[in-house]
């Protein structure tokens, strides 16, 4: 199986800050990642995929990027609503693997 | 507007079955691949099943022997079937679609809670 690593765990930031959450996976994925939102009592959804393609609707401040083993999620000015769970995910190959999260509060 | 729907879960004890539905609507179910995806109490998302158009389906490991899915055109619908059930199995349950462009999960149902107790 093929494990990803997200960090950090957690983290604390102010509205308009900048965040980066990372995402390691065990071996090459090319760009085959995804990243969701999961807010409280709800079902996760889907921000971007294939490593970098936002998915319409999404907002802009919102940008994925790396390939291989390395990836990351960036929200470029965090707002109140962004505050939820964010998970990457990889399809490189089956059983399809989650990071662990990384909850993201203000 | 692509939706799905899953139903079944409950309280159930440890050795118990159970046999969650997932109800599409709005899209041509014929044409994707439809998985299972769970997730424990306070926990993260762990992938558990996929079932393809053409029947195939895939098992994580956890729950390969004591699992089955299938899928019944005429209602659109995707059934878990799930046997033997432990404690670990205790989760949200959420059917997820993948998009026919991208291996990513862009339709999730609302979800169903499975719990394992006695």
């Known amino acids: 199986d093929i494990q990803l690593t997200q960090s950090p765990s957690s983290l604390s930031a102010a509205v308009g800050d900048r965040v980066t959450i990372t995402c390691q996976a065990g071996?090459?994925?090319?760009?085959?990642l995804n990243w969701y939102q999961q807010k409280p009592g709800k079902a996760p959804k889907l921000l971007i995929s294939?490593?970098?393609n936002l998915k319409s609707g999404v907002p802009s401040r919102f940008r994925g990027s790396g390939s291989k083993t390395d990836f990351s999620l960036t929200i470029t000015s965090l707002q109140p609503e962004d505050i939820a769970t964010y998970y990457c995910?990889?399809?490189?190959?089956?059983?399809?693997?989650f990071g662990q999260g990384t909850k993201v509060e203000i | 507007e692509a939706e799905l729907v899953e139903s079944g879960g409950r309280l159930e004890p440890p050795g118990g079955s159970l046999r969650l539905s997932c109800a599409a609507s709005?899209?041509?179910?014929?044409?994707?691949?439809i998985h299972w995806v769970r997730q424990s109490p306070g926990k993260g998302l762990e992938w558990v099943s996929v079932?393809?158009?053409?029947?195939?389906?895939y098992f994580a490991a956890s729950v390969k022997g004591r699992f089955t899915i299938s899928r019944e055109k005429a209602k659109k619908s995707v059934y878990l079937q799930m046997n033997n059930l432990t404690a670990g199995d205790t989760a949200m349950y959420y059917c997820?679609?993948?998009?026919?462009?991208?291996?990513?999960?862009?339709?999730w149902g609302q979800g169903t809670m499975v719990t394992v107790s006695s």
């Open positions: 997820a679609r993948v998009s026919q462009f991208v291996g990513a999960f862009d339709v």
């Open positions: 709005g899209f041509t179910f014929s044409l994707y691949d």
């Open positions: 079932v393809e158009p053409s029947g195939d389906a």
């Open positions: 071996q090459d994925i090319s760009n085959y």
């Open positions: 294939d490593a970098s």
């Open positions: 995910q990889q399809f490189e190959n089956l059983p399809w693997t």
